[in-house]
């Protein structure tokens, strides 16, 4: 085992907070009084700080300490969450994650720059500022499911038991809303005589850890809420656990300058503090209650998730793989063997295994909303550079797909979205010119579709100019003038390299790289890259990708002398290939599909098989989207668990194969790329159609 | 041990309402129809707890609760009146008499019960 490194960890850690800061303050632009943005915003900066000092990226605490102090006004109201400040703040948050991942790199006049920036703004904006929403604390908004820390105090009056309210039941109220800790405080207790058999002279403070609203919590003093002392409290539960001397500050029970006189001395801060006269021992005693009580909450709300470093998982991976490999082979020799007593252990392995299998790339699965955060900053930055008014819609943040493939999503998505804004939308005076809303609209939308995850960046801008592009394509030699080519064809040819249509190149975009380098890497991740556009409307790109790049379920088949893995969620049917459908012209092939007509591709022609064909040939109808295609195999042998190997550099050019698996008996089967083989039958179609 | 429920009120509808919800939930309920009434079944009878209307003939419920609340076996025993959204005063002079806690009528069976529950323990 690796020692972990703390401040690994820290840069970890930081690195979400900054994401989760961005966010906040992101959304605040469009919703600058909502309490649980700031708060989030204020939290996240505070925890920087907080951890920052303890692994010594002091640079980084201090700054953010100011950033803090800044928003710690908006929080309390005093400063708006302007436009300004949060441009400021953003840039302010960049610079918070260079000290922390560069610190070398870090310039100090930038650093001091921004805070004095911060602080123009700050005192500039403080008339400004939004009445705070009465009476609601950051907590009344939790959304359920969050639960908060409450400190309830509690003091009934002298006669309340008498009077038939019994303490001990609002106390069960309490726990039947979370998790508590009680302290009783017998501070206010008479001596023995003085006391009366039903006098109630304690009172109670209550850790509460819940995710009802401070009104369920009044709810159980219904009864005596008028006539009682009653303080209910939401504990600020971001950030370190609480030091003891903290809590009693918060709780009003001691100064704050008692606690830093009593830090001075070298004893136990509690037993100081009661030592001083400062707090009672019932008091110490219950603020160091909820302190246990938050640590324990804490914990156990840690231990629900693990943290866990990428390559662990790339390596648990690909012993997986391993195993299945052998797992095939263990298969194969049992089933030759015909021991029926081994094959009933090998199948419930190879049913463990699967399900193993499907747990391990479980591990792997990651929301793409983990990369959407920054497309909007990109977008926000991108609108302000260009002098367009941009909205991007995200929809389907949950979709989750292969690590891997979300981590090379992100640079061919920051391309796409780039054009978008920078070719797609209009200048917001043309747009109102053409009668559209002088705000641009980016929609990214993440969606699953079988084994596929489909991604689109639309935007409502001018749509691509088909002209524009064929002149190109023709100027660079692409095609010969006048060439007849489809909508589709033709659009191909924006991913060539060095191909780029816009006329003037602007800082972000129009150079003529990014588009091909997007498409490669699309193809590396067995993906697809489809182009939609209405002149005047605007232009979709669909970005198609395999869920998974590591195992994958596939069909395998016999063609001449050699086996295929077809990827079985590409699948659709599999029909036997009838006498008369055989016997027909070999250039343009089709099935009668239930009244559809597919083409289909005889694979021992397209692979030059030249033993001879098998009397039943079958048909395996594969489709990806709308798009169907039969394959013409020799045998259907079966499912196969297929571990994807990907092909050496030398046939990288191969398109028909995305890879190779080995089977159990230790021989190589090739993976056929369905997306290319559906391309060629299409094309046969079209030609059909053509002629 | 099943606990036992006075119920004081001069509507019949509203005890047999009474009647059926906490009989219904496992209390044992005995009725009465006044203050006077109550106040009689009180003294034979030690309740776990009691539940008044306040406008009654004969005794009417302040008068009641005082009387109650005088009894050395009722201190501690909680007592539940019916009051109405009008009647802010009422209620605060209730609870200056000894009352425990109020049901705000009209009120739900649920409402009741959940009364019930809190003061007596589920």
Redesign the interface.
Known sequence: MTQADPAEIFRQEAQDLLEQLEQALLDLEKDAGNRDLIDGAFRALHTIKGSGAMFGFDRASAFTHHVETAFDRVRRGEVAASAELIAVALAAKDHIRTLIEQPDAADPAEGERLLGALQAVVHGAQAAAPAPEPGRSPADGAAPGHPVLWRVRFRLPKDAMALGTNPLLLLDELRALGPCTVTALTDALPPVEEMEADGCYLSWDVALTTDRPRSAIEEVFLFVIDDMDLKIEAVDGAGPPKKLGEILVERGDVPAAAVDAALAGQDRLGALLVKAGAASEGQVRSALAEQQHARHEDTARAAASVRVPAERLDGLMDRVGELVITQARLSQLANSRGDADIKTVVEELERLIAELRDTAMGIRMVPIGSIFGRFRRLVHDLSRDLGKQVELITVGEETELDKTVVEHLADPLVHLIRNAVDHGLEAPADRVARGKPERGQVRLVARHAGAEVLIGIADDGRGLDRERIRAKAEEHGLIPAGAKLSDGELYQFLFHPGFSTARAVTSVSGRGVGMDVVKRTIDALRGTIDIATTPGRGTEMTLRLPLTLAIIDGLLVRVGAGRYAIPLPAVEECVELSAAADTRSTGRSFLNIRGDLVPFLRLRELFGSRTPADPHQKVVIVATGEQRVGLVVDQIIGSHQTVIKSLSRLHADVEMFSGATILGDGTVALILDIAHLVDAGQARDQQRIAS | MTKSILSVDDSASMRQMVRLTLAGAGYHVVEATDGADGLAKARGTLFDMILTDLNMPVMDGLTFIREL?QLPSY?????IFLTTESDAGKKQDA?AA?????ITKPFQQDQLLAVAR????S
Do not use: F
């Not at chain 2, 000894?98 to 109020?102: A, I, N, P």
């Not at chain 2, 809190?118 to 323990?121: M, S």
């Open positions: 609340r201190r501690g025993v909680p007592i609870k000894g009352g425990t806690g109020w809190k003061v007596l323990g």
